[in-house]
């Protein structure tokens, strides 16, 4: 994992991660910060703009975050008013400064970003659209490619500029076998229009998983996690 790391810290400094609601986007991107936590003398900026519900939020994980040496930036909601955290803009375009977006779900969140445009084009940033295959809205390659348009649409991120991950999941329960049967199925809807680049999956189940995919595998340590959603 920490060689993926190091190959996309050689052209890219910041790191966005948009896609359907419920995708995961937020365990991704907890993970990909502290994973790249010491593999570069840059400061690491974490920002968390999701706006868009109060559960699953990379803000309950901050602790994990800045223990690791990780600045971690949010903007405390009031009347479900959207805000949005100071100091992006200055960040993102500082070559000094690794950046991280974790972004709301759906085209509402992404909405939030689309004042960036500029920078998430550039190619020093790295944009990754996350995909999972048991959500309903990649029920089809229609509720995929609807749900993509509109997300990149409204933060104004051009297609070529997006990696795509499958993070196929029904949550802690989840099964080796339930990753590769969900990515497959995704797989196979989009591959005559889209390449998945990345295939995450819980790191307890990456042993049996290596091997069984052509697609680069990134474990991911589930840091988001609640009382009511461990039964």
């Not at 993926?4 to 790191?15: A, D, H």
């Not at 593999?39 to 939020?57: N, V």
């Not at 659209?129 to 029920?139: A, D, E, L, M, Q």
Request: glycine letters at 8%; one cysteine or more; proline letters at 4%.
């Amino acid at each position: 994992m920490e060689s993926i790391y190091r190959e996309l810290l050689k052209t890219k400094k910041n790191f966005v991660f948009v896609g359907e609601a419920g995708s995961g986007k937020s365990e991704i991107a907890i993970n990909f910060a502290i994973g790249m936590a010491g593999l570069s003398e840059k400061k690491i900026h974490f920002f968390d703009m999701d706006q868009t519900k109060p559960l699953f939020r990379s803000r309950d994980a901050k602790e994990c975050l800045m223990d690791q040496g990780i600045e971690f930036h949010y903007q405390e909601q009031f009347f479900d008013a959207p805000t949005t955290p100071g100091g992006v803009r200055e960040l993102l375009a500082d070559e000094n400064a690794i950046v991280i977006l974790d972004v709301g779900g759906d085209h509402i969140g992404s909405r939030l970003i689309g004042v960036f445009a500029p920078f998430l084009n550039r190619p020093n940033t790295q944009n990754f659209f996350v995909i999972n295959g048991y959500r309903p809205w990649s029920k089809n390659l229609i509720t995929i490619d609807g749900t993509m348009a509109r997300v990149l649409g409204m933060a104004h991120i051009k297609l070529e500029n997006v990696s795509i991950m499958s993070n196929p999941n029904v949550g802690i329960t989840t099964t080796a076998e339930e990753v590769l049967a969900g990515h497959e199925k995704v797989s196979d809807m989009i591959s005559e229009y889209f390449r998945i680049d990345y295939l995450c999956a819980m790191d307890s189940l990456c042993p049996e998983i290596e091997g069984k995919t052509d697609v680069p595998l990134i474990p991911v340590k589930l840091y988001l996690t609640y009382e009511w959603n461990q039964q």
